[in-house]
């Protein structure tokens, strides 16, 4: 039972800043986590069982919003509807300026899939939020049968608890991290598959076999399949590559060091390598230099300077004052660059552990996420342990290695075949017709251009008419962009309208109609435009007052300054818009005062 069901906006953990970054249509920083039952899914069941899992985390219903500085999540009025599985794995959630929700879950015979974006949730919460899914699914299937109903939850938690951001929580600035030099990572280039589109390879292997060979070891299970997946990757290194050390990104989950509730990201990560060309490449070496790193590595003391150093640079003033435009730029290079230091990447999600009554009715769990590069994710269930590797690359070669070199161990793999259904991939039909008319406008502009060189005609009608083209394919464009977001979509027709009116008053001789007439008449229409929308559309006043806002505030600080200036000629028109706007600021400081200085707080906050 949660109490205060209602959760807040909030701001973005440190993790969750870098992937709202640094996501894209190709690296969509989403991650699926699944089910396997021993039965076919039921879509009913499955709907009205999320319903219910969504009363006990009310905090994975938000949207991702755009502030000056930070992006931030702010709760909303959608609700996830369950459908069979349509698309292709891992696919993107969130969509720039599009109001959606940051994650879906979907069935595809007997498998569950819950997939989510990952400034939501880290693997812990996801984990979480899926467990309570089956259980309320399996709960509604079978309680005829005597399946009794079981919490998973503290009876304690509250939103608080799970919106708790424990990055700050265990933050010090007195600890600082020594600098280490990186070492050069060996990069696997080999094709991209048709379509650039990922691949899954997953495989089934017995968590007692593992455990057994790895405590003959004297290792924990993921020192050990560190090794292996290590060697996997060198096997497949030319000689020329094998300057470069192989080096893995292994995520932590900190909640084994530092207490927390949290469902917001609360992870680290260690980067275990190895040089094969000047230490000795066997396997008894590699998994000595690999116990000895994580020994090191993994301890309370690194997590919290870690934690310190990335959260120092979060809170550095003269950063947190940057526009989120910049930062953006800024974070993405800086993921860029960091990718050249990791091979591949490993993650352990460990044991998922469910009531003894439902255990009967689940096959196992399994979970993969899209990625840039080569990625291996694990988790067990009873005594299955589930494999799989993720990557876009046009290989098997590393995959084979590292289920011989377990085999080797003695340690047999069974494959598994995921099943998938045709995925029914939006239609590309929009942006074909876009580009079509984007080449007929650039044709028809420069047909004009040579017409006019060719023939100079007295009155410039050539010109005209090219401008004239290109002014509505920069409107146009920008509709197009910014369709999922009619406010925002005036603003930009706002700014850009203005400013191509003023290029056109200054072309034509100069005589003032731009900003006589155009600005002010624009800025109150565009004002108008706004207040229907959101009455038609009913939405929330925390949706469309800052979009009014910045229209309000374009229209009477631009003509005031026109006006100071007296570039103003007719003042008639500016000043009676001016006075509509400065009229709308100041209702809504009266009538909206409360919503106005949250929605200020929102988007300001450093």
Known sequence: MVKQKKAHWRKLDNAAK??????????????????????????????EALDQTLETFPTFLMVLRKGLFWHYLEPCNLRPVVKEEYKEPCSRLYIRDKKTLLFEVTYYQKRINFEVFHVLTDGTGATEFLKELVKNYLYLAHKEEGLEQVSLQPEDMTVQDQEDDSFLKYYSKDQKRPKKRKLHAFQIRRKKKDGNRLHVHESIVSVQAILKRSRELGVSMTIFLTAIYMMAIHEEMSKMQKKRSVILMVPVNLRKFFPSTSMLNFFNWIEPGYDFATQDGSFEAVLNHTKAFFEAELTKEKMSAHISELLALELHPILRLAPLELKNLCIQAGAKFSEKNVTAIFSNMSAVKMPESYVPYIERFGVYTNTPKMELCLCSFQDKLSFAFTSRYDTENIERNFYRLLK????????????????????????????????????????MLVTDLNFHPKIRWTLFTAGGVATMWIASSIGFFKRYNLLKNL???????????FIWDALTGWHSWSVDFVLPLMSVGTLLAMCVIAKVQKSPVREYLIYEIMAAGYGLILPGILLFCKVVKRPTVSMFGALACFLFLVGVLLFKGREFKEEMQKNLHV
């Open 18 to 47: 870098l992937y709202s970054a640094a996501s894209n249509k190709k690296d969509t920083r989403v991650f699926r986590f699944y089910c396997e039952l021993k039965e076919q899914v039921q879509s009913e069941l499955l709907q």
């Open 408 to 447: 080797e161990q003695g340690i047999s793999a069974q494959k598994v075949e995921p099943v998938f259904p045709k995925p029914t991939m939006p239609s590309e039909q929009e942006m074909k017709v876009y580009k079509i008319y984007s080449f007929l406008c650039i044709a028809l502009v420069a047909l």
């Open 491 to 501: 603003m930009w027709q706002l700014l850009i309208g203005t400013i191509i009116s």
